[in-house]
């Protein structure tokens, strides 16, 4: 019952967020870098802040995720990797925790039934020492996010509780497996990118790659 209470808690609390800082925070539909995802009763829209590449440039997201089920859902806002399969040519952003790493819970942001949340998220580009040289180098040619959610809460239903008023929650070995059993992954559409040589700069991408929510 208790564990109840703190879901409808927190799923009120999720739904304080103004209009305004969502429709700032979301994606633009009619940006060609978007890509779509859905599992069942979650969509995730993402847009790319860029679609050319270097190896120290880096790779920002912007991403708004739709909870169409009747339950909160929640995501690891604060964690996102990055890596690059050569054989595919694609780079993979992945965001949220699949598995927790460390002793710590991660920072986790409740999305309420029917409610619809956008982040930004960011990596830098996990490739080193390639050049376009030729039109057969193995290069990042697309690149695909992912995004992991949470969407039974109540056994975290006290940790997210703690969150809120603490810097670090540790999370207990015996909620790894319902944590992994609770996940769900949503594969976005790749995204098609073009990879230079010539080193980017910029001060906006650099501080969206550190991440973070709205």
Same mark, same amino acid.
């Given at each position: 019952?208790? *564990? /109840? %209470?703190? #879901?409808? !808690?927190?799923?009120?609390?999720?739904?304080?967020?103004? &209009?305004?800082? $969502?429709? @700032?925070?979301?994606?633009?539909?009619?940006?060609?870098?978007?890509?779509?995802?859905?599992?069942?009763?979650?969509?995730?829209?993402?847009?790319?802040?860029?679609?050319?590449?270097? *190896? /120290? %440039?880096? #790779?920002? !997201?912007?991403?708004?995720?739709?909870?169409?089920?009747? &339950?909160?859902? $929640?995501? @690891?806002?604060?964690?996102?990797?990055?890596?690059?399969?050569?054989?595919?040519?694609?780079?993979?952003?992945?965001?949220?925790?699949?598995?927790?790493?460390?002793?710590?819970?991660?920072?986790?942001?409740?999305?309420?039934?029917?409610?619809?949340?956008?982040?930004?998220?960011? &990596?830098?580009?996990?490739? @080193?020492?390639?050049?376009?040289?030729?039109?057969?180098?193995?290069?990042?040619?697309?690149?695909?996010?992912?995004?992991?959610?949470?969407?039974?809460?109540?056994?975290?239903?006290?940790?997210?509780?703690?969150?809120?008023?603490?810097?670090?929650?540790?999370?207990?070995?015996?909620?790894?497996?319902?944590? @992994?059993?609770?996940?769900?992954?949503?594969?976005?559409?790749?995204?098609?990118?073009?990879?230079?040589?010539?080193?980017?700069?910029?001060?906006?991408?650099?501080?969206?790659?550190?991440?973070?929510?709205?």
């Amino acid at each position: 019952m208790r *564990s /109840s %209470s703190r #879901l409808v !808690v927190l799923a009120v609390a999720a739904v304080v967020l103004t &209009a305004a800082e $969502a429709r @700032a925070a979301g994606v633009d539909f009619k940006d060609p870098r978007r890509a779509l995802g859905r599992q069942d009763d979650i969509r995730v829209d993402a847009q790319l802040a860029q679609d050319t590449l270097s *190896s /120290s %440039s880096p #790779l920002s !997201v912007t991403y708004q995720i739709q909870n169409l089920s009747n &339950a909160p859902i $929640a995501v @690891a806002d604060r964690v996102c990797g990055a890596s690059f399969d050569s054989d595919t040519e694609t780079i993979t952003i992945s965001i949220g925790a699949e598995i927790p790493q460390g002793t710590a819970m991660p920072h986790l942001v409740v999305i309420a039934a029917g409610q619809t949340r956008a982040f930004r998220a960011g &990596a830098m580009v996990p490739v @080193a020492g390639v050049t376009a040289r030729s039109p057969w180098a193995r290069v990042p040619r697309t690149v695909q996010i992912t995004v992991n959610v949470l969407r039974d809460l109540k056994p975290f239903a006290t940790l997210i509780d703690q969150q809120a008023h603490a810097v670090s929650v540790p999370l207990p070995n015996d909620l790894l497996d319902q944590w @992994a059993d609770s996940v769900s992954s949503v594969e976005l559409n790749t995204l098609p990118v073009r990879w230079t040589s010539s080193p980017r700069t910029g001060t906006a991408e650099a501080s969206a790659a550190r991440g973070g929510g709205f």
